[in-house]
């Protein structure tokens, strides 16, 4: 079972940065493959960006590219989402996911591949 807490929502306005974080319990975190997901309101949830757990690579939705920044520290069992020059259109909440089944790259884009999810975060930008 693996649990996780996102932190850092609120509300900022736009041209403004926030830094989510997603901790998450279980011995094994370093070896978890973390994504971050974003649903508005009447919308579907959608990939924001993910971090692959052997290679560190990172993969991030178009919509947020240059903009958004994924890491982790496996010390302190922890996935961040530093959100840089936020827009209104970013307005979300924002949801953590792991996958313990290593999924392929190319898979992380897709809700499916991911096992276990946080409570979510609002993130409001106003304009």
């Known amino acids: 079972q693996v649990q996780l807490v996102e932190s850092g929502g609120g509300l900022v306005q736009a041209g403004g940065s926030l830094r989510l974080s997603c901790a998450a319990s279980?011995?094994?975190?370093?070896?978890?493959?973390m994504g971050w997901f974003r649903q508005a309101p009447g919308k579907e949830r959608e990939f924001v960006a993910a971090?692959?757990?052997?290679?560190?690579?990172?993969y991030y939705a178009d919509h947020v590219k240059g903009r958004f920044t994924t890491s982790r520290d496996n010390a302190k069992n922890t996935v961040y989402l530093q959100m840089n020059s936020l827009k209104p259109e970013d307005t979300a909440v924002y949801y953590c996911?792991?996958?313990?089944?290593?999924?392929?790259?190319?898979?992380?884009?897709?809700?499916?591949?991911?096992?276990?999810w946080g409570q979510g975060t609002q993130v409001t930008v106003s304009s």
């Open positions: 279980g011995r094994t975190f370093s070896r978890y493959a």
């Open positions: 971090i692959a757990w052997k290679s560190g690579n990172t």
């Open positions: 996911a792991a996958d313990i089944t290593y999924s392929p790259s190319y898979y992380y884009f897709n809700r499916n591949a991911y096992d276990y």
